[in-house]
């Protein structure tokens, strides 16, 4: 077959055999993949109709709209729990956490051990301790401001080992003091 428009584009020599077979190819090869895309298309349909079972457009609308604003709420809450949490370790530092209990015989045999020290720091070993002298006369009692572990009035030896049990531990056990 001779052909002005086959000759002016150049394939004027090829068999129109060839030509018809190359077409028929494309064509198939164009079906197969217009099948493909049919399926991928029933697919994404089938995951569709099932993501809007139940649904219309604006109720999923309002679901997402609820869903932002628990999301904001949610945030919001987590923001003032962390303010809270961190006004309570501000308080907790301050609180008395530390205790130190001596009981002793102030009078050597005379008192029968009624005598004590109390000693109460913070966090920080900061606080008070309190003596209580019992004697037959009767009793008396004292405090000391401790700072840092230390008093700026000079202490007993109970008291200095009340001191040292607050600060050193977090037993809350009473000892004797022989």
Known sequence: MNSNFFNSIGIGG???????????ITIVVLLVLII???????????????FMLGKDASSLE??????YEDNKFIKSSVEANREN???????????????????????????GKLSFVLVLLD???SGFLINSVHSSEGCYSYSKRIKNGESAIPLS???????ERAVGSSSNDAEYLD
């Open 123 to 125: 966090e920080n070993n």
């Open 157 to 163: 030896n109970e008291e200095k080992v009340a001191v």
């Open 36 to 50: 493909m895309a049919f399926v991928q298309i029933n697919k994404f349909k089938k995951k569709y109709q099932k």
């Open 14 to 24: 090829i068999d129109a055999g060839y030509i018809f077979l190359g077409l028929i």
């Open 62 to 67: 309002d679901d997402i709209i609820t869903l």
């Open 85 to 111: 949490i961190k006004k309570l370790f501000e308080k907790h530092e301050t609180t008395f956490q530390k205790l130190g209990l001596v009981k002793y015989d102030a009078f050597k045999e005379m008192g």
